[in-house]
T-cell receptor, first 112, second 117 residues
Framework: DGGITQSPKYLFRKEGQNVTLSCEQN?????MYWYRQDPGQGLRLIYY???????QKGDIAEGYSVSREKKESFPLTVTSAQKNPTAFYLC???????????FGQGTRLTVV | AQKVTQAQTEISVVEKEDVTLDCVYE???????LFWYKQPPSGELVFLIR??????QNEISGRYSWNFQKSTSSFNFTITASQVVDSAVYFC??????????????FGAGTRLAVHP
C-alpha cells in the first residue's frame, strides 16, 4: 500500500540524548515535511524539503536536524539542544508545491 | 504575515445536529490554497479538501460542505447530520510561499468537535 510510514510510534528519551525519528514514503512525492504538535495546539513546521539533498528551516528548527539523501526518506533528529522535545511529531509529503500534504501516523516523543 | 484563525476551540453537539467550523485566514499572496484536515484520536491527519484561491465555488461531499468566501477571507466547513464518528480535531490550513519559493502549510490551532449520542 502507498503511504507514509513513521517509526517508532512511541519513543522515550533521556535528557541529553539525541534521537532520530524515521519517516519513509512510497508515494513518489517530491516534498516532505516535519511538524511538531503540542497538546491542544496546532501544527508548527520544523523543516521541509522539496528535493533530495536540499531542505529548509521552518518556524521552529532550533534543536532539530534533518537529512534528505533519498527521495523516500526524511529522518528528523531531535538533539540535546532542543529544550522541550516532548511532543507529537508528524511527517508529511506532498507531490508538488501547494498541492497539500499527506501525513504519517506520528511519533509521540517523551523525554524522561 | 500569513496566518489562519480558528476561533472555536471546542464544539459539542448532539448526533444529527448540523455544525459549522469557522476558518479565517490572512495572506498577501494572490494565489494560494486552503485546506481542511481531520485528526481523529489516533493522531494521523486525514486530508479532507483543497481549494485554490481562484475557485470560490462551494463544494459538497456527502455530509460535508465547504463555503469559501474570498471577500471575508473565510473557508468554513459544515457537517450535516453529525455522527459520533465525526468526533475529532479539525484543522484549517493555508499554503504559504516559503524561502526559495517553496510552499509550506500554515495551520490554525484546530477545533475539537465532540459529537454525543
Amino acid at each position: 500500500d502507498g503511504g507514509i510510514t513513521q517509526s517508532p510510534k512511541y519513543l522515550f528519551r533521556k535528557e541529553g540524548q539525541n534521537v532520530t525519528l524515521s519517516c519513509e514514503q512510497n508515494l513518489n512525492h517530491d516534498a516532505m515535511y516535519w511538524y511538531r504538535q503540542d497538546p491542544g495546539q496546532g501544527l508548527r513546521l520544523i523543516y521541509y524539503s522539496q528535493i533530495v539533498n536540499d531542505f529548509q528551516k521552518g518556524d521552529i528548527a532550533e534543536g532539530y536536524s534533518v537529512s534528505r539523501e533519498k527521495k523516500e526518506s526524511f529522518p528528523l533528529t531531535v538533539t540535546s539542544a532542543q529544550k522541550n522535545p516532548t511532543a507529537f511529531y508528524l511527517c508529511a509529503s506532498s507531490p508538488q508545491d501547494g498541492e497539500g500534504a499527506f501525513f504519517g501516523q506520528g511519533t509521540r516523543l517523551t523525554v524522561v | 504575515a500569513q496566518k489562519v484563525t480558528q476561533a472555536q476551540t471546542e464544539i459539542s453537539v448532539v448526533e444529527k445536529e448540523d455544525v459549522t467550523l469557522d476558518c479565517v485566514y490572512e495572506t498577501r499572496d494572490t494565489t494560494y490554497y486552503l485546506f481542511w484536515y481531520k485528526q481523529p484520536p489516533s493522531g494521523e491527519l486525514v486530508f479532507l479538501i483543497r481549494r485554490n484561491s481562484f475557485d470560490e465555488q462551494n463544494e459538497i461531499s456527502g455530509r460535508y460542505s465547504w463555503n469559501f468566501q474570498k471577500s471575508t477571507s473565510s473557508f468554513n466547513f459544515t457537517i450535516t447530520a453529525s455522527q459520533v464518528v465525526d468526533s475529532a480535531v479539525y484543522f484549517c490550513a493555508l499554503s504559504e510561499e516559503g524561502t526559495g519559493g517553496y510552499n509550506k502549510l500554515i495551520f490554525g490551532a484546530g477545533t475539537r468537535l465532540a459529537v454525543h449520542p
